[in-house]
């Protein structure tokens, strides 16, 4: 496989349920994020990870944990989730070598998220 | 802080023509890049297009090229000669040296027959 996948595509959970979403980057990249994107509003950063270290958080409901075993895989482990948390998340890489600004950011195809 | 704008929430271009998404950004750093990203109905961003903010001429990737004006702080995505397939959410997104990216509110483009 090539790029970014993600698992699974689409999932339903309930509120009392516990699920994970996994993402994994072939690119050789060193930092990784997950995005939250819901129906008309903008891409919101949830967490960014460089060399497996978390370096952002952005005041992410800890109902959302995340994880990084290594530079190519990323989880995001879901438990007690609200309704108001179906959206698609996203998850991205890039690399951190040279010019820190010049590296892209290549991204997965989502897993749509729906809580019931 | 960084910000990035985009004024148009949707846009409609008639097939073959050509089309200008505007984006601005807010920074105070020397050094960032500028990005556009292309989100089919499906859900995937997909990369179109980088431009460096020391980079002197204009990037152009095949139908997109930006048009960078630096001074204006202003990085305008133009997709040459569109297609029924360029129909998409278009995300203009900035990148820090802190490894943070900002991406704005996105323009939805409708290209018509």
């Known amino acids: 496989e090539t790029g970014v996948t993600q698992t699974p595509r689409h999932l339903v959970m309930g509120m009392t349920n516990k699920k994970s979403l996994k993402c994994e980057q072939h690119?050789?990249?060193?930092?990784m994020y997950w995005y939250k994107q819901s129906a008309k509003k903008p891409l919101e950063l949830m967490f960014v990870?460089?060399?497996?270290?978390?370096?952002e958080n952005n005041s992410v409901p800890s109902r959302f944990s995340p994880e990084c075993p290594n530079s190519s895989h990323l989880f995001l482990h879901l438990h007690t989730l609200q309704p108001e948390d179906s959206a698609l998340y996203l998850c991205?890489?890039?690399?951190?070598?040279?010019?820190?600004?010049?590296?892209?950011?290549?991204f997965g195809p989502g897993t749509r998220l729906l809580v019931l | 802080a960084q910000k990035i704008t985009q004024t148009q929430p949707g846009m409609f271009v008639q097939e073959k023509e050509a089309v200008t998404l505007d984006c601005t950004y807010d920074?105070?750093?020397?050094?960032?890049?500028l990005f556009w990203y292309k989100q089919p109905s499906s859900g995937e961003m997909i990369f179109l297009i980088y431009?460096?903010?020391?980079?002197?001429q204009n990037a152009t990737e095949g139908r997109y090229s930006l048009n960078f004006q630096k001074a204006r702080k202003s990085a305008n995505l133009v997709i040459s000669a569109s297609q029924l397939g360029d129909s998409a959410m278009y995300f203009c997104?900035?990148?820090?040296?802190?490894?943070?990216?900002?991406f704005g509110s996105g323009t939805k483009l409708n290209v018509k027959p």
């Open positions: 991205a890489s890039s690399g951190t070598s040279g010019r820190v600004s010049q590296e892209t950011q290549y």
């Open positions: 690119l050789g990249h060193n930092a």
């Open positions: 990870y460089n060399f497996k270290e978390q370096t």
């Open positions: 920074t105070s750093d020397q050094s960032y890049g």
């Open positions: 431009q460096g903010s020391y980079d002197e």
């Open positions: 997104a900035m990148r820090d040296n802190f490894n943070k990216f900002y």
